[in-house]
Structures are given as structure tokens and as C-alpha cells.
């Protein structure tokens, strides 16, 4: 039983990695070390509790792993900007890479504008954009309530828009 619990959660890690990995690297502003540190983190924690899953288990805490393991990340995420040593920051050189196809430079202006908000403006936005959550389940990962989920929302648009300014509508077009 317990190879078949291993084996099924390595094939979870395995599915949800790539998505975990790119919702964290827009929550840390594009520090893609501090990305996979939280991405490390959510999977331990869902290890942890993975023999709560409805297969495994008939006391089923864990109904849909793959929303909990976002909510584990983003929790992760708001904890970690709370500890003293989350000011610290690699240093040298960054390995030269392939850069993928898309826009660049829009992409760059966009996690330039959300490295600028606060952590928990970067999560809402997000949570409601990136990954398309409602309000109400905004409001469940960040444990507030929806009208306080809509207000921050609607702040953290504006302080977007007033860092990224006219001129993204320039980088969208090109």
C-alpha cells in the first residue's frame, strides 16, 4: 500500500511541478531560485498530508490535491516574504539560457511591475489572473474574505497599471 501511496505521489509531483514552478516564479517577481525553494517546500507539505487524499484514505481531508498544493504554495510564499532572511538574495552571475519564443520585453516590464507590489497584491493578482481563480477561492488561499479579496484586487490593478503605465499597451502590440 505504501509503494502504491509513493508511486502515486510521485506521479502528482511529477504532473504538478511545471504549473507549481510557474505560479511561483510570478508570485517571487521572476527569482526563480527562490521559485523552486517554494516550490521544494509546497511538495514536502503535500507529502506530508498526502495520505489524506480521498483514494487513500476514508477520512478524506484532501479532495482536489492539485487546488491544495497551490493554496500550500501561495502560503508558503506570503510566510516566507515574513522571515528575516527573505531579503537575502544570490549573488553572480546568471547562466545564460535560451531564451523561449514570445515577447520579452513585455514579459520582463510584467515582472518588473509585480516584483514592485507587495506580496500579498502579487498574490491576489495572481491568483485571480494567472491561474484564474474566482473570488471566492482567492479568498479561501488567502484566508480573508471576498469583499476584501475584490477591494485588494481592484488596488492592485491600479498600482500595476501606474508602474507599468501607457506604455504597455506599446509592448503588447509589438
Known amino acids: 500500500m505504501r509503494k502504491a501511496w509513493e508511486d ?8 504538478r511541478a511545471g504549473p507549481l514552478f ?9 527569482d526563480t531560485h527562490l521559485a523552486e525553494d517554494l516550490v521544494q517546500e509546497t511538495l514536502a507539505r503535500v507529502y506530508a498530508q498526502w495520505h489524506r487524499t480521498s483514494w487513500f484514505s476514508s477520512r478524506a481531508v484532501i479532495e ?3 487546488g491544495y498544493a497551490h493554496t500550500v504554495l501561495v ?5 516566507h516574504r515574513g ?9 553572480g552571475e546568471i547562466p545564460d539560457g535560451a531564451a523561449k519564443e514570445g515577447d520579452t520585453t513585455l514579459r520582463l516590464a510584467l515582472e518588473a511591475a509585480l516584483r514592485a507590489l507587495s506580496p500579498r497584491d502579487r498574490a491576489v493578482l495572481v491568483l485571480r489572473y494567472w491561474e484564474d481563480r474566482s473570488v471566492e477561492e482567492t479568498a479561501g488561499v ?4 471576498s469583499g476584501a ?13 501606474a508602474l507599468l503605465g501607457d506604455g504597455i499597451a506599446d509592448l503588447a502590440l509589438r
Do not use: K, M, W, Y
Request: with cysteine; hydrophobic share 35%.
Open 22 to 30: 510557474r505560479s511561483a516564479c510570478l508570485l517571487t517577481g521572476g
Open 83 to 91: 522571515r528575516r532572511s527573505s531579503g537575502e538574495h544570490p549573488v
Open 75 to 79: 502560503r508558503a510564499f506570503l510566510s
Open 8 to 15: 502515486d505521489f510521485e506521479a502528482f509531483a511529477a504532473g
Open 64 to 66: 482536489n490535491p492539485a
Open 149 to 161: 479579496v475584490r477591494t485588494q484586487t481592484v488596488r492592485a490593478l491600479g498600482r500595476i497599471r
Open 142 to 145: 488567502l484566508n480573508s474574505s
